[in-house]
């Protein structure tokens, strides 16, 4: 439960500074709850590009699904070209081949 919640607050008190070492505690983690702490970090601190990326990533189906639903919040800067994401995720190409993907399994 601490790990969680230090996880999870390191999204909010470290912004976008925080990313690596949430996608790090992400994928170091075989526990689901820090894994989902660590989504929830980065979403709070508005890091699209990273869940993006580790939803690209993530071979279980459940959490790739988890990670996708924390859609970038409308006005996110995504680095995977300087795109401005909507909160439905259709103007960045890397967040709907993300979704796409997912919904297609």
């Keep these: ?5 230090a996880i999870r607050n390191l999204g909010v008190a470290g ?5 690596p070492t949430l ?9 689901e709850d820090s894994k989902k ?14 869940l993006i990326e580790l939803a690209r990533a993530e071979k279980d189906p459940g959490l790739k699904q988890m990670i996708v639903s924390k859609r970038p919040r409308s006005g996110s800067t995504c680095r995977c070209g300087g795109n401005t994401c909507s909160s439905s995720a259709t ?15």
Aim: hydrophobic residues 40%; aromatic residues 4%; positive net charge.
């Design 1 to 5: 439960e601490l790990r969680r919640r």
């Design 15 to 19: 912004g976008p500074a925080a990313a």
């Design 23 to 31: 996608v790090s505690a992400y994928q170091g983690s075989k526990d």
């Design 37 to 50: 702490a660590a989504v929830d970090g980065l979403f709070i601190s508005g890091n699209a590009h990273e």
């Design 91 to 105: 103007s960045c190409p890397a967040a709907s081949a993300a979704l796409s993907s997912t919904a297609s399994r």
